[in-house]
Every structure is written in structure tokens, then in C-alpha cells.
């Protein structure tokens, strides 16, 4: 079975191939966001214009035709609204050409399922850790099976924050990438923490971080806004493994591309004999192959959605997970 998936939730629109759970391609073209962050009607109009030749290069890649497509797979929500719907307009058009079923995918599932995918784990806790979102999650089996959230964000995203703090230090580019690497070898001053049970806010921590930066060096403040909501992240995950015992732990989304983070968490799970899985960056980001792996699973499962609407608040604890 080949399937094309196609993401555009936000800033990058990705097209990604995979044949029977083996990625061929993941290609994508991303708009650049400025100091006023993403503008959801202008990175729509540059999705708009390179859907046609992203979907080509990855066809290409994937060394298939569009013809032989089994399904198409694309990004139902959460995301902004404009942006999603090129992805589902252009994901309908090749379905109908083909006559092929089209699937809709939530986004949050994507990034965790393409990491379980390479992981192989069975029952993981999940640190999903996105712009828009940061959630501790793991699979329960109430009436349906589906990832529960055990802790959340009661306000910001982490990766909302990081690049907040980028933009109010003129970082440039002004994402967490950029506040990462100006933290090396900073030095730590005292920050506001915020910690609920497994929950957490980071609104408290991004204002007093930009206060922060009159009168103190950059990289100081980089670096201990970066120490203090990774902290926070493993503090309230590692609450949650423990409660539920899982024997692996997954970081998915934009932000699981911190190695940072990624050291603190594998240190964390090591001391209480859990395994800890990151995919490779490419899959962290946004990207098309993780809506196609979705697709291909969701299509072999049975599960049958003929939904094909968009839902910016497209909530993750709502999908049912059938594989
Ligand atoms: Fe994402």
C-alpha cells in the first residue's frame, strides 16, 4: 500500500510517501516567520503556491507516480485555519483524481505515532512537546482505545515560549533552535517555576524572562529559561511514569528537536530503568511522512471517517487509536 500524506498545519507544509510503514519520501518548504511570528493567511498563500511542486518532488523521490497512490492522508487539526485548508483542498483533489480514500489525520497523533513507529514500543508515555502544545500522554483503553491526558499546558506551548523569548531577544532565526544554542555555557539566574501535579504554565516564565533581559546577559537568560521549563517538562513526566509504570518513554513534536531536552529526559528515564526514544530531527518537525504513516495505519485498522472537515481545536484525546 503507498500512501501520500499531506501536512500543513502551520508554518511548514510537508508532503511525505510510505509504502507499507516504510517512509520513501519527506519532503517539505517552509514559511519563514518574521518578528510578528506566522501570519496564518500569508503562510497559507505560500502553501498554496509550492503544493504542486512539493507534491512532485516527494513523488519523485518515492520513485512512484501519482497514479499509483492507494490513499491519501492530510492534516485535519489542530492547526490554523487558512493553512489547513490548502492541505485538505489539495489531499481531496488527488484522492477524487484517483479515486482513492482520503484520510483525515490529527496532527498531535502524527507526531506521536511516527515515533512509536520507530520506537516499536507498545505502551509508552508520550512528552509531546509542539508550539502550540505541550502534553504528557500514554494509550487508555475507556470505552475506546486513545491517548489520555495525564498533563498539560494550562496556558503556552513550550516551543510558543522559546520562541517568544527568541523574538524579544532578536535571536535570529527567532526559534528555540536559536535560544538552544546562545544558552551554551550561560549561567543561571533565579526564574519563576511552575509545576501542578502533572501540569504546568509557562506564560509566568516567558514574561519574566523578557523582563530579564535588561540588566542581565542574554545567555544567561537564555539558558535558565531553557533549564527552568525543561525542568518543569521532566518534573511532570516523570510523575507520570512513575503513577503508570511504563517501561518506555517517547518525545515527539518541534520540540523534541532539542538535545537538551532530549539529554535531561534519557537521564531521567535511565535512573528508573526506562527506555527513552527520539525519533531523527527530520520527523520532530512538522512534516508530510508522519501524516502518511498515520493514513496507512488508520486505513489498515478499519477504522472508516468520512469527516473530511478541518478542526483548528482538533482535540488528540478524542482519536481513536485502532492499531
Ligand atoms: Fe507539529
Redesign the pocket.
Known amino acids: 500500500m503507498i500512501v501520500l500524506g499531506i501536512e500543513s ?1 502551520a508554518h511548514t507544509l510537508g508532503v511525505g510517501v510510505v509504502e507499507n510503514g516504510r517512509i520513501l519520501a519527506n519532503e517539505k518548504e517552509m514559511y519563514q516567520i518574521g518578528d510578528s511570528g506566522i501570519l496564518p493567511a500569508k503562510a497559507a498563500d505560500l502553501h498554496a503556491g509550492n503544493i504542486g511542486n512539493v507534491v512532485s518532488r516527494a513523488l519523485s523521490n518515492a520513485k512512484c507516480t501519482i497514479n499509483e497512490l492507494d490513499a491519501v492522508g492530510y492534516t485535519k487539526g489542530p492547526g490554523l485555519g487558512p493553512c489547513l485548508r490548502v492541505g485538505q483542498l489539495a489531499a481531496m483533489t488527488i484522492a477524487k483524481e484517483n479515486d482513492v480514500p482520503l484520510v483525515p489525520v490529527n ?1 498531535a497523533v502524527a ?1 506521536i505515532e511516527v515515533t512509536r513507529h520507530f520506537a516499536k514500543a507498545k505502551d509508552p508515555l508520550v512528552l509531546y512537546v ?1 508550539g502550540g502544545n505541550s502534553q504528557v500522554l500514554g494509550l487508555v483503553n475507556s470505552g475506546f482505545k486513545h491517548y489520555h491526558i495525564y498533563g498539560e499546558t494550562f496556558d503556552i506551548g513550550v516551543g510558543n515560549m522559546l520562541d517568544g523569548f527568541a523574538r524579544a531577544a532578536k535571536l535570529n532565526p527567532a526559534w528555540g533552535s536559536s535560544v538552544e544554542k546562545l544558552a551554551v555555557g550561560g549561567h543561571y539566574i533565579n526564574m519563576p517555576y511552575s509545576v501542578k501535579g502533572m501540569d504546568f504554565t509557562f506564560t509566568g516564565l516567558l514574561t519574566h524572562s523578557i523582563k530579564a533581559l535588561n540588566g542581565n546577559d542574554k545567555k544567561d537568560v537564555a539558558y535558565s529559561i531553557q533549564e527552568t521549563a525543561f525542568a518543569m517538562l521532566c518534573e511532570a513526566t516523570e510523575r507520570a511514569l512513575l503513577l503508570n509504570r511504563k517501561k518506555d518513554l517517547l518525545l515527539s ?2 520540540v523534541a528537536q532539542s538535545k537538551r531536552l532530549s539529554g535531561m529526559l534519557d537521564i531521567m528515564a535511565k535512573s528508573h530503568g526506562v527506555r527513552f526514544h527520539v525519533a531523527q530531527n527530520q520527523y520532530n518537525a ?1 512534516n508530510g511522512a508522519m501524516i502518511a504513516v498515520v493514513a496507512e495505519k488508520i486505513l489498515r485498522s478499519g477504522i472508516v471517517n468520512h469527516d473530511y472537515s478541518i478542526d483548528q481545536k482538533y482535540r488528540i484525546d478524542s482519536v481513536e487509536i485502532g492499531w
Open positions: 498545519s496532527h507526531h509542539s513534536g518541534g512538522d
